[in-house]
């Protein structure tokens, strides 16, 4: 069984203009231990997602589907137990995390934290595995008694993994977890993070939207465009061999790890994503499709088998596989 399967997901926030349907029918499953990361460009929904999957979207947004971690709808479960489940089975680095930390208390305190509130050690033992999660995470011990501010931002986003890890989770969702930091400090974060979900064998769900780290980090990746998983499969194939002509534009823009540049405006792409509020009709993609045909305007496709373990939503696609 899989450790996660999410089944036909959407949300839709309710605000003062309408409907904002930010993520749409999305389907994906995680196997113990595996990771996989979800690329897309801003707004595509990409932490909306993330935070449904551990219900913590704000009140006006409206949640469907099925979650189930190891057989449980997290969707439906009970308060008492999705607090148990936060940070003791998923955790989750928020995007932009590291500028959340409290700047009035050491980092010692905020990382024992976790541990101490979901009743897993007492205060001497949690000073214990404090540092012991800082020598993990590749800072000195004595950086416990550090105030946010003395730490850089590389060093303040190793003490969000810190806190993630604290409770031993079987799953860890990093939302942007490099994307705030220089070149070379994202390389030694995302090392970092590799290292530790393969020696504790942890499952990862990491978002970026740049295919390339992803790509870096994870066995499978989903590349999300207006709310919608448009490609999925191995990481290697995605990267390599994109099926769908806007993972394609995705892979191009982002040739190397890190490309800061390339976030808002993915070279080779373009215009811009779809306002949720004002969807094209057929496939969302098509205004900015270099493929797309006069079929596409309406013509809404949904995820099509492309290959071994593959899918991807695209006429094109559908075509290929239809004619072999
Ligand atoms: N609280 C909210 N209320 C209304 N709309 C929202 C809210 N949060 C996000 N949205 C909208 O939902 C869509 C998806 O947003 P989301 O933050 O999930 O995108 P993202 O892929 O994480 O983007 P980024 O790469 O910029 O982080 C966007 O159109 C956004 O404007
Ligand atoms: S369905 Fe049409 S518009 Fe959409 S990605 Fe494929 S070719 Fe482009
Ligand atoms: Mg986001």
Redesign the pocket.
């Known amino acids: 069984m899989s450790l996660l399967e999410l089944d036909d997901v959407s949300v839709t926030y309710r605000i003062a203009a309408g409907e904002v349907p930010a993520v749409r029918g999305v389907s994906l499953t995680l196997d113990s231990g595996a990771a996989l990361g979800v690329a897309g460009e801003s707004g595509s929904g990409k932490s909306t997602l993330a935070m449904a999957l551990l219900r913590l979207l704000p009140r006006d947004a409206r949640v469907g589907g099925r979650i189930l971690l190891d057989g449980e709808d997290l969707l439906t479960m009970k308060w008492g137990r999705l607090r148990a489940v936060r940070w003791a089975e998923a955790s989750i680095v928020f995007q932009g995390a590291q500028h959340g930390l409290n700047p009035v208390r050491r980092i010692g305190d905020q990382v024992a934290e976790p541990l101490l509130v979901h009743g897993q050690a007492k205060p001497d033992a949690a000073r214990k595995r404090v540092h012991e999660l800082l020598e993990q995470v590749g800072l000195p011990t004595w950086r416990a008694r550090s105030y946010p501010h003395e730490l850089s931002g590389g060093q303040r986003q190793r003490v969000m993994i810190a806190m993630a890890l604290a409770c031993s989770p079987r799953l860890i969702i990093a939302d942007e977890p490099t994307t705030a930091l220089d070149v070379m400090v994202q390389a030694q974060v995302l090392t970092l993070i590799k290292e530790l979900v393969a020696e504790q064998n942890i499952s990862l769900i990491m978002i970026s939207h740049d295919l390339s780290v992803l790509a870096d980090v994870c066995d499978q990746l989903a590349v999300m465009y207006a709310g919608r998983v448009?490609e999925h499969g191995p990481s290697g194939d995605v990267f390599h061999e994109a099926r769908?002509?806007?993972s394609r534009a995705l892979a191009a823009a982002f040739p190397t790890v890190g490309d800061p540049a390339s976030r808002m405006a993915p070279k080779g792409l373009g215009g811009d994503p779809p306002d949720p509020m004002n969807l094209p009709g057929?496939?969302?993609?098509?205004p900015r499709?270099?493929?797309?045909?006069d079929?596409?305007a309406t013509?809404d496709?949904d995820l099509w088998p492309a290959g071994e373990r593959r899918s991807a939503?695209?006429?094109?696609?559908r075509a290929k596989e239809e004619a072999s």
């Open positions: 448009v769908h002509p806007y057929g496939c969302s993609f098509h499709c270099p493929v797309a045909l079929e596409c013509l496709v939503a695209c006429v094109h696609v």
